[in-house]
T-cell receptor, first 114, second 111 residues
Framework: KAGVTQTPRYLIKTRGQQVTLSCSPI?????VSWYQQTPGQGLQFLFE???????NKGNFPGRFSGRQFSNSRSEMNVSTLELGDSALYLC?????????????FGPGTRLTVL | GQSLEQPSEVTAVEGAIVQINCTYQ??????LSWYQQHDGGAPTFLSY????GLEETGRFSSFLSRSDSYGYLLLQELQMKDSASYFC????????????FGQGTTLQVKP
């Protein structure tokens, strides 16, 4: 099976712009979660989508939003970019079921805001 | 709230054994998991403890004690390729996809 893919891998934007990141989960996985990783804050949960519905949301401002399509692919959007949004954005997919749902992470999108 | 504490750095030599501890404060969770992340790479799943006790997977073992709010990852027969960051994480009750991560421990394996 192909792994989780994320596009683009690298992105450079300026303050005030907006950005859309894409994530394609492993085939058959219906849950997609997004995380922001920075050296100072570590891995922080942004939100999770399951069957096109946002199931949970982390403590991020409303500038961060996402959606999931019927094929389970997901996008996240950040509007009005700030310097502090520079980070590695990781998405992870899982197949919800009994027991622990191992998260499979994509390689991430490295966003730099200038 | 929920928080997990890990040492920021650990150094060990090839062939040795190293233990990475994780203490947590949480109102409830489904279990403790561990992820490995190499520089520039994606986190990859290592192990999961749903119940108290030791889980062994090859050179890696993980332990959980809910009564002590404590867990650890044990790496045996260290290899250079084990140099990476290791994260403990808890899965939030009622929120299947949400993982709360510790800050990560950077393991440096020296020859």
């Amino acid at each position: 099976k192909a792994g989780v893919t994320q596009t683009p891998r690298y992105l450079i934007k300026t303050r005030g712009q907006q950005v859309t990141l894409s994530c394609s989960p492993i085939s058959g996985h219906r849950s997609v979660s997004w995380y922001q990783q920075t050296p100072g804050q570590g891995l922080q949960f942004l939100f999770e989508y399951f069957s096109e519905t946002q199931r949970n949301k982390g403590n991020f401002p409303g500038r961060f939003s996402g959606r999931q399509f019927s094929n389970s692919r997901s996008e996240m959007n950040v509007s009005t970019l700030e310097l502090g949004d520079s980070a590695l954005y990781l998405c992870a997919s899982s197949f919800p079921g009994q027991g622990y749902n191992e998260q499979f992470f994509g390689p991430g999108t490295r966003l730099t805001v200038l | 709230g929920q928080s997990l504490e890990q040492p920021s750095e650990v150094t060990a030599v090839e062939g040795a054994i190293v233990q990475i501890n994780c203490t947590y404060q949480t109102s409830g969770f489904y279990g403790l998991s561990w992820y490995q992340q190499h520089d520039g790479g994606a986190p990859t799943f290592l192990s999961y403890n749903a119940l108290d006790g030791l889980e062994e997977t090859g050179r890696f073992s993980s332990f959980l004690s809910r009564s002590d709010s404590y867990g650890y990852l044990l790496l045996q027969e260290l290899q250079m390729k084990d140099s990476a960051s290791y994260f403990c994480a808890v899965r939030d009750i009622g929120n299947t996809g949400k993982l709360i991560f510790g800050q990560g421990t950077t393991l440096q394996v020296k020859p």
